[in-house]
């Protein structure tokens, strides 16, 4: 359980970065908290042969408003994310997501960046970035852009960064009022990877279903927006809120793929299970709020 | 055989420096080359807890780091606690309530208690256990551990109760 040799080098900028890519290619590996990377280099599933350190590359750190979005650090932890009054105010699904992640002393090393990198299809945050229709925001030789949080995600451990770029920032549109989020999940014990999760967010005007992204993770090869759910949400009065045509269009727009535990048709059965009770404690928690 | 490279931090207060390949963890970094045993090691791949330290005030996993990454940082481990209130009355209630058999967890419950007692006015059992529950205990069961957390909780907040009344009756 020790970690084959690497080199170590802790870059100052970004040119330093990019030169160790050209010189090493594939064999060069970025590590940010290096809370999944470390145990795949423990069990010798990762062997880079440099291992590049952007604890120290400016930009990275904070979580700053931007006006109509906040625009979070990919080198924040997720103890500053669940600290940032920021958050809190415009953006709570995030705060709420953290408590579910691991373990306290996982949280205090952990980042957005490298968990969003990482792209593990059980965790919470790919799936929460997409209901909040975030965008990931990256640079690497060519220069910056920026990718829907949507569109990030292409497989187990697999996401959109081209050799030599890495996650920036992460820019998350404030909630508008009207607003209700919530996230919950399956596990088999307390920090575990999710069996089953959801990232809900519901635009409410009127009292009606204005908007709806319903995320799922821990269900598919990587975290999925449920469009057809979501839809069948859209339009219904929320006090009357009628859940089940989301978990019909759900059962069969998503592909459940099997993890250690659990089959594919376990994994459809608990997410419409999840989705219930999910969509139910939106409701009650909204009447508790205005009532 | 690695080579090895200087790395300079602060360790239980002081500034050291010591020599370690780069692919050293920290907790190996802190039983094998300087010697401090107290924090173990067990499944090597963040999952059990009996590894955990102090990193710049927050518990963190000592073998999901590098040595080399700790570069610059403050690093406590349980020796360095020795004489701090609020772990003195941890351990005198994991003694006192058999929290521990065989005592390989011991050193990480001990911590991440720690820092749940620090960070929390009012600790509560629910939030012990979800708390303690990144670390594994194989031998006692956690229904000890928790109670010695709460009891330790209890004994520091009479303390400090009384030292709030003393406090009053020297300003009147």
Do not use: W
């Not at chain 1, 330093?16 to 050209?22: G, K, W």
């Not at chain 1, 590590?31 to 930009?59: C, E, F, K, N, T």
């Not at chain 1, 965008?135 to 220069?143: A, N």
């Amino acid at each position: 359980m020790k970690a084959a040799p690497f080199d170590y080098v802790r870059v100052s900028c970004f040119e330093e970065m990019q030169e160790i890519f050209a010189a090493h290619g594939d064999d060069a590996q970025v590590i940010a908290g290096g809370q999944s990377l470390i145990p795949a280099m423990a069990m010798r599933m990762a062997r880079p042969s440099v291992l590049l350190d952007i604890a120290g590359l400016p930009g990275l750190s904070g979580i700053e408003d931007t006006g109509d979005a906040i625009r979070i650090g990919a080198m924040a932890r997720y103890v500053d994310l669940r600290e940032s009054a920021l958050l809190a105010t415009h953006v709570p699904l995030i705060r709420d997501a953290v408590a579910l992640i691991a373990h306290e002393a996982i949280r205090s090393r952990g980042t957005i960046g490298g968990n969003l990198a990482h792209a593990d299809p059980a965790s919470e945050m790919p799936a929460v970035v997409q209901a909040l229709d975030a965008r990931i925001d990256i640079r690497g030789p060519e220069g910056q852009r920026s990718v829907p949080a949507a569109e990030f995600f292409l497989g187990t451990y697999a996401v959109d960064l081209a050799p030599g770029e890495i996650i920036v920032s992460v820019t998350v549109p404030k909630a508008p009022a009207g607003r209700l989020s919530g996230i919950q999940e399956f596990v088999r014990r307390s920090g575990d990877y999710a069996s089953a999760g959801g990232a809900f967010v519901l635009d409410v005007e009127n009292g009606r279903i204005a908007a709806a992204r319903l995320a799922c993770f821990g269900v598919c090869d990587r975290a999925v927006l449920a469009e057809q759910a979501a839809a069948t949400l859209v339009g219904q009065e929320l006090a009357a809120l009628d859940p089940e045509p989301a978990v019909k269009a759900l059962a069969s727009e998503i592909e459940p793929t099997a993890d250690l535990h659990n089959g594919p048709a376990t994994k459809r059965h608990l997410i419409g299970v999840l989705t219930k009770r999910l969509l139910a404690d939106m409701v009650s928690r909204s009447g508790k709020a205005h009532g | 055989m690695d080579s090895v490279f200087p790395i300079t931090l602060t360790l239980n207060g002081r500034t050291v420096t010591h020599d370690a390949p780069q692919r050293m963890t920290l907790a190996d970094f802190l039983r094998q080359t300087v010697g401090l045993t107290a924090t173990h090691i067990g499944c090597e791949h963040g999952v059990c807890g009996a590894c955990t330290v102090y990193v710049d005030g927050r518990i963190a996993r000592g073998c999901l780091m590098f040595a080399i990454q700790a570069e610059g940082c403050d690093i406590r481990t349980l020796e360095g606690l020795a004489d701090d209130e609020r772990m003195q009355a941890l351990q005198k209630h994991f003694h006192a309530r058999n929290a521990l058999q065989c005592g390989f967890c011991t050193s990480g419950m001990l911590l991440t208690a720690h820092q749940y007692l620090g960070s929390q006015e009012e600790p509560s059992r629910e939030e012990a256990r979800e708390y303690l529950s990144g670390n594994y205990c194989r031998c006692t069961g956690y229904q000890a551990i928790v109670e010695a957390t709460l009891a330790a909780s209890d004994e520091l907040a009479a303390k400090a109760g009384c030292k709030d009344e003393e406090a009053g009756r020297a300003e009147a």
